[in-house]
């Protein structure tokens, strides 16, 4: 399903705000990814709900609990936990959602239902984070997020709080995980980690990071990105890209800053040595597909352990906006694949 798909098959009220301009109060658009956020030149945003946002209700044959829980009121970040009614602890991943850092939500219905699915199929608990977006909040404001949500995790461990969720958790048993921007912000924040230590985490044991079509960039440009054609409406094309870099990153930077080009700076020796275990998941007609297949041979060549499928026939954010019957076989790979990975893990 692409995003111009998503756009008219939504009641007409979701769509974006227009703005009527008038000689005492213009407003100057600076930025604009069509159909999904404008950004004007006195800072005000328009985002479009091109995807529902839901309640945490799923159906009961599915299995799986789910509820809100606020993690920081002062920043308002806030995550949506699916735990699966089993006897046993369960392994614990945390997922950070796509969106280009600049839309998105854990509350949205794609992501609702692609990691309800997860959490029943693969067996573990799931906390996805809701964290703070650009162009209001830049980089790095999620990883910092995302940083602070691991800490609250840390903190309900330690006091044993047996709460709902954290009494069906094996906190040595965890797990960073994210697609697209998500996958950027797992694979940044696990290098802030290795930089810090495993002492900050304890007593959190992560087994691995599981990168879904992982959003990296860079001033150069790959051959996917400069010869793959996209349909319209796809849900990641060079220019949405770009666009997308150029609200996130901190002001003056380009896309060689080492948060969006991860080769930039290089790994150093103790990040190698820390560097979890990585399953990355690429999508054979995402513009992102070299990108990512080069973070795989970097992180080989680096000596650390690396993983990858490759999914025929499917492009970029297939498993939450494609509902076609080829992406919907592909996600039921996916979601195999990434059990896989866990129990492998586990048994380590």
């Not at 985002?47 to 002062?74: N, Q, S, W, Y």
């Given at each position: 399903?692409?995003?111009?798909?998503?756009?008219?098959?939504l009641d007409s009220t979701l769509s974006l705000?227009?703005?009527?301009?008038?000689?005492?109060?213009?407003?100057?658009?600076?930025?604009?990814?069509?159909?999904?956020?404008?950004?004007?030149?006195?800072?005000?945003?328009?985002?479009?709900?091109?995807?529902?946002?839901?309640?945490?209700?799923?159906?009961?044959?599915?299995?799986?609990?789910?509820?809100?829980?606020?993690?920081?009121?002062?920043?308002?970040?806030?995550?949506?936990?699916?735990?699966?009614?089993?006897?046993?602890?369960l392994p614990f991943l945390v997922y950070f959602?796509?969106?280009?850092?600049?839309?998105?939500?854990?509350?949205?219905?794609?992501?609702?239902?692609?990691?309800?699915?997860?959490?029943?199929?693969?067996?573990?608990?799931?906390?996805?984070?809701?964290?703070?977006?650009?162009?209001?909040?830049?980089?790095?404001?999620?990883?910092?997020?995302?940083?602070?949500?691991?800490?609250?995790?840390?903190?309900?461990?330690?006091?044993?709080?047996?709460?709902?969720?954290?009494?069906?958790?094996?906190?040595?048993?965890?797990?960073?995980?994210?697609?697209?921007?998500?996958?950027?912000?797992?694979?940044?924040?696990?290098?802030?980690?290795?930089?810090?230590?495993?002492?900050?985490?304890?007593?959190?044991?992560?087994?691995?990071?599981?990168?879904?079509?992982?959003?990296?960039?860079?001033?150069?440009?790959?051959?996917?990105?400069?010869?793959?054609?996209?349909?319209?409406?796809?849900?990641?094309?060079?220019?949405?890209?770009?666009?997308?870099?150029?609200?996130?990153?901190?002001?003056?930077?380009?896309?060689?800053?080492?948060?969006?080009?991860?080769?930039?700076?290089?790994?150093?020796?103790?990040?190698?040595?820390?560097?979890?275990?990585?399953?990355?998941?690429?999508?054979?007609?995402?513009?992102?597909?070299?990108?990512?297949?080069?973070?795989?041979?970097?992180?080989?060549?680096?000596?650390?352990?690396?993983?990858?499928?490759v999914y025929k026939g499917v492009g970029h954010?297939?498993?939450?906006?494609?509902?076609?019957?080829?992406?919907?076989?592909?996600?039921?790979?996916?979601?195999?694949?990434?059990?896989?990975?866990?129990?492998?893990?586990?048994?380590?």
């Open positions: 399903m692409t995003r111009t798909t998503i756009i008219s098959a705000q227009i703005v009527t301009k008038n000689p005492q109060n213009p407003k100057t658009l600076v930025e604009e990814i069509d159909g999904l956020i404008r950004v004007y030149e006195d800072g005000h945003v328009e985002r479009a709900e091109i995807v529902p946002r839901v309640m945490c209700t799923l159906p009961h044959e599915l299995g799986v609990t789910c509820r809100d829980l606020v993690i920081d009121k002062f920043t308002n970040i806030w995550g949506r936990f699916y735990v699966p009614k089993r006897d046993v602890k959602h796509g969106g280009g850092f600049c839309v998105g939500s854990a509350a949205w219905s794609c992501y609702h239902e692609f990691l309800a699915l997860l959490a029943s199929k693969a067996g573990c608990v799931i906390m996805s984070l809701d964290y703070r977006l650009a162009p209001e909040n830049r980089l790095p404001s999620a990883y910092e997020d995302a940083h602070k949500a691991l800490m609250w995790v840390k903190q309900q461990a330690l006091t044993e709080s047996n709460q709902w969720w954290s009494s069906q958790c094996d906190f040595t048993n965890m797990f960073m995980a994210g697609d697209s921007a998500g996958g950027n912000i797992a694979h940044n924040v696990m290098l802030r980690l290795c930089a810090n230590g495993a002492h900050d985490l304890k007593p959190l044991t992560f087994k691995g990071n599981i990168l879904i079509q992982p959003f990296f960039g860079g001033e150069s440009r790959t051959r996917s990105e400069t010869l793959m054609v996209q349909p319209p409406g796809s849900a990641l094309d060079l220019t949405t890209s770009d666009t997308y870099w150029r609200l996130s990153l901190p002001k003056g930077a380009n896309r060689d800053h080492p948060w969006c080009n991860p080769w930039s700076k290089r790994l150093t020796m103790v990040e190698r040595m820390r560097y979890l275990t990585t399953m990355v998941c690429v999508s054979e007609l995402d513009i992102l597909k070299d990108r990512n297949m080069e973070f795989c041979k970097v992180l080989g060549s680096s000596g650390i352990e690396v993983e990858h499928v954010a297939f498993q939450i906006l494609d509902k076609s019957h080829l992406s919907q076989m592909r996600t039921k790979e996916m979601i195999s694949h990434i059990k896989s990975f866990i129990i492998k893990r586990n048994n380590r």
